[in-house]
């Protein structure tokens, strides 16, 4: 009697590796250093690939955590009403007398606390959609911010602290490093952990895991407890990029960060995605938005060439899926 092997990973398949959509994304990547160098003579430079993340990864922050949201099958649209309350919340602390690092550390607990709310809400009400749930609390916490500061602006920082955004570690941005860091932690989380099992096993299929016994519930607040905080960090770096802050900052940085994340090839179904292609699509943006501003290309003909993009990824992952 002949003995059989049962094969637990698959051969190595060259189609399948390169038609991945990580590398389409890699591709569009270069296309746009290739236009955008066209387009403009003092593109092409190291200042613009050091200097110019540094124009957009504050709301890059906030990316990591919406992945694994968007793969729990959820949507969170209050992050960019928790960066304006934490950060305003900040200064306000600060000019009352708070030292600045005790500031600091306040937006991030209030950004967290903001998040474990939106959480809350849905583990407690089960029924009811994460859109409409953060669609309210993102009414809320923007008009706290309104109410706190009203339209006056909060500023008068101490100069260390624009290194945050500004600063340098050697050639390298201090918000690249960091940003790094953070990645790689989202990636080890999300890839290497029971935890990313889990967050992929809701998305697919949220009553299986249910009855399988997998806490879902705390999943739940931990990943909506890590969109807060991690608001609360986009928060401050973009307060120290801006030198000041008002209850109207990071408007609109939802819609960007969940661009950032559909295109990147995670489905709004849930239950699929990788970390990679969210980075690739950060800095597709990122760039994109640098590439042409330096041109002058007004904020509304920079929305209608994301929402084409976007669309276009979105065709194509459905024919790739077909």
Same mark, same amino acid.
């Given at each position: ?91 306000? *602390?600060?000019? =009352? ?5 005790? &500031? /600091?550390?306040?937006? @991030?607990?209030?950004? +967290? #606390?903001?998040? !474990?709310?939106?959480? *809350?809400?849905? =583990? ?5 959609? &994460? /859109?409409?749930?953060? @669609?309210?609390?993102? +009414? #809320?916490?923007? !008009? ?25 570690? !050697? ?152």
């Amino acid at each position: 009697m002949s003995e059989r092997t049962l094969a637990i990973e698959k051969p190595w398949d060259w189609k399948r590796f390169f038609f991945q959509w990580e590398w389409l994304l890699v591709v569009i990547f270069v296309l746009i250093h290739i236009i955008n160098s066209f387009l403009s003579p003092w593109y092409l430079s190291a200042n613009t690939f050091l200097s110019g993340p540094m124009n957009f990864l504050d709301k890059a922050f906030i990316v990591l955590p919406m992945m694994l949201v968007i793969i729990l099958g959820n949507i969170d649209i209050s992050v960019s009403s928790n960066v304006a309350l934490s950060a305003v919340m900040m200064g306000v *602390l600060y000019n =009352v007398g708070l030292p600045m690092p005790l &500031a /600091m550390v306040s937006a @991030l607990v209030i950004g +967290t #606390i903001c998040g !474990g709310i939106n959480g *809350l809400l849905l =583990v407690k009400f089960k029924e009811l959609p &994460a /859109m409409i749930v953060t @669609l309210s609390t993102m +009414t #809320i916490y923007r !008009g706290i911010a309104y109410v706190i500061l009203e339209d006056h602006a909060s500023g008068g920082f101490p100069p260390w602290f624009s290194f945050f955004a500004w600063g340098y570690v !050697g050639p390298v941005p201090f918000i690249l490093i960091v940003f790094i860091i953070a990645a790689v932690i989202f990636g080890l989380l999300l890839h290497k952990t029971s935890f990313g099992r889990s967050v992929y096993g809701m998305g697919s299929n949220l009553l299986a895991c249910r009855y399988s016994g997998v806490k879902t519930d705390r999943i739940l607040m931990i990943v909506f407890l890590l969109t807060g905080f991690m608001s609360a960090l986009c928060a401050i770096f973009l307060t120290s990029r801006m030198g000041s802050t008002r209850p109207n900052v990071a408007t609109g940085y939802e819609l960007d960060v969940i661009a950032m994340v559909v295109l990147g090839g995670v489905s709004t179904s849930g239950g699929t995605g990788r970390i990679a292609g969210p980075l690739l699509a950060i800095f597709i943006i990122g760039f994109l938005n640098y590439g042409l501003g330096l041109i002058n290309v007004s904020a509304q003909v920079i929305l209608i060439i994301l929402g084409l993009l976007l669309v276009l990824s979105v065709l194509v992952m459905n024919l790739r899926k077909r």
